[in-house]
């Protein structure tokens, strides 16, 4: 749980979320997303309840959940005035690897990226696109275990959309666990497992094909619709 003064932002949150697995944890503005990330990325204490982040305690071990976590917002987090190899030089040395280190998986990233040639390009004069897969792989420069993606496809074409979940797919068969939250219901549906909070708790929690089959939806958006507003659907289908 987690209260702010009497407002109960999280309200007896209880899930896990499996090795390798592409966990969508969506809601309405308000629902209390952001806060249950915040708890989760180790940067905000709950008011009470037990949490495991891969494999450590959110309330004593905050500084060891960082360094095996990834995390990139819509804003994708990368300095636009500085180059790409710096913006991968900079995070590896925030996640706390060594010079050698962070020298060997900027080289790795930058030829997985086909970036060799542009490392000196700065940040401000990419494609939306490049800026979106290199702020995905700065994220995950140090292997971590978790990378939570704070609607990551927010504002991008549905090509480079697809181009980019398709990066999702490889870091969950490399064994790394994708937290997502996301406002298009379509990226639902290409998720392992789909949470949806309403007023800090979550109401529903299963698969996208058997939330689906339970809520006798067509598709994940009527899905939500059914979970999240209910009096809105109501409305329009009576």
Not at 58 to 67: G, R
Not at 139 to 156: C, N, Q, S, W, Y
Not at 178 to 207: K, N, P, Q
């Amino acid at each position: 749980m987690k209260k702010f003064g009497s407002f109960v932002a999280n309200n007896d949150l209880n899930f896990e979320v499996y090795k390798g697995e592409i966990f969508g944890f969506l809601g309405a503005n308000g629902a209390g997303k952001t806060t249950a990330i915040r708890i989760l990325c180790g940067l905000s204490k709950p008011t009470s309840g037990d949490i495991k982040v891969a494999g450590f305690d959110v309330y004593k071990e905050t500084e060891k959940i960082k360094k095996n976590i990834g995390y990139m917002s819509q804003k994708f987090s990368l300095y636009e005035d500085l180059t790409i190899a710096e913006n991968i030089e900079l995070y590896g040395g925030i996640y706390g690897l060594s010079r050698k280190q962070i020298k060997i998986r900027t080289t790795e990233l930058l030829d997985k990226l086909n970036m060799l040639e542009n490392k000196n390009t700065l940040i401000s004069e990419l494609p939306l696109g490049w800026k979106q897969k290199l702020a995905f792989s700065v994220a995950m420069v140090h292997k971590p275990k978790i990378i939570f993606l704070d609607e990551p496809t927010g504002g991008v074409d549905p090509i480079t959309r697809r181009q980019f979940w398709d990066l999702i797919y490889e870091a969950s068969n490399e064994g790394i666990t994708i937290f997502v939250t996301t406002h298009y219901m379509d990226e639902a549906e290409y998720c392992d497992r789909v949470s949806i909070m309403v007023d800090g708790r979550i109401d529903a929690l299963d698969t996208p094909a058997k939330l689906k089959e339970k809520y006798q939806a067509k598709d994940m958006n009527e899905v939500f619709i059914k979970v999240a507003r209910p009096d809105f659907y109501t409305m329009n289908n009576d």
